[in-house]
């Protein structure tokens, strides 16, 4: 089955430094991936997604590229406010089927002054 | 924006208890959703719904959980009976076909004592 995979759990940085959280993916198909963000006792909110190969998407500063070679979708951003502390989560679907959403673990975002 | 409304958002319920879980989709989207989340872990695919109909459900949508829209009103799921495991968040989406964007609800806290 489909499978994404976030290698890190707990990311702690200074306010302004860059940030990027890994995201790979296993699937049979060409799919979706997405970057949801989540605040605390938020709902889930879409920051970004892409289906085209090696094109940047960017979205209030955070920007990721789909690399089908590597199967990777990594999030980045060149400078990481306190408001960016949150959770992130990686998701990818099929847009053939039946619009199921499959998601990483997440990664615990936490900005320090 | 406009929003995904679950109710109530927060329940706890004795064991061996029913329980509904209302969404109320945002109200042009025909695809509705609903996800499983453990103390701000992964996000789990339970089922999803289109056209008064399951369209897939995954091993986590046990025999004891069941879906339904009745007449174009609340989103529902319901536990009969319940059990500790149960005690997560569950978060309801919807979106405009099923390779669109998710709009997520804030979650209704399940507590299963």
């Known amino acids: 089955g489909d499978s994404v995979t976030q290698t890190e759990g707990l990311v702690t940085l200074t306010k302004g430094l860059p940030v990027m959280l890994n995201c790979t993916y296993q699937?049979?198909?060409?799919?979706?991936l997405f970057w949801y963000v989540q605040h605390l006792n938020e709902a889930p909110k879409l920051l970004l997604k892409?289906?085209?190969?090696?094109k940047r998407t960017e979205h209030q500063g955070f920007y990721a590229t789909l690399h089908k070679s590597s199967s990777s979708f990594h999030l980045q951003k060149s400078s990481v406010q306190l408001s960016d502390s949150a959770l992130y989560f990686c998701?990818?679907?099929?847009?053939?089927?039946?619009?199921?959403?499959?998601f990483g673990d997440g990664t615990v975002l936490t900005v320090k002054p | 924006g406009p929003k995904v409304l679950q109710i109530p958002s927060h329940q706890i319920i004795d064991m061996g208890q029913m329980v509904t879980l209302n969404c109320d989709p945002v109200?042009?989207?025909?695809?509705f959703y609903w996800y499983k989340q453990i103390l701000g872990q992964q996000m789990e695919f339970l089922v999803n719904?289109?056209?008064?109909?399951?369209?897939?459900k995954s091993k986590l949508f046990k025999d004891q959980f069941s879906v339904e829209r009745p007449d174009g009103s609340y989103f529902t799921l319901k536990i009969q009976p319940t059990a500790l495991e149960d005690s997560a968040v569950y978060f309801c989406?919807?979106?405009?076909?099923?390779?669109?964007?998710?709009?997520f609800g804030s979650g209704t806290r399940l507590l299963v004592i």
């Open positions: 989406a919807s979106s405009t076909d099923r390779a669109s964007d998710y709009t």
């Open positions: 719904f289109y056209n008064g109909k399951v369209m897939e």
């Open positions: 109200s042009n989207h025909l695809y």
């Open positions: 699937t049979t198909y060409s799919p979706f």
């Open positions: 998701a990818l679907s099929d847009p053939t089927n039946t619009g199921k959403l499959t």
């Open positions: 892409s289906s085209t190969d090696n």
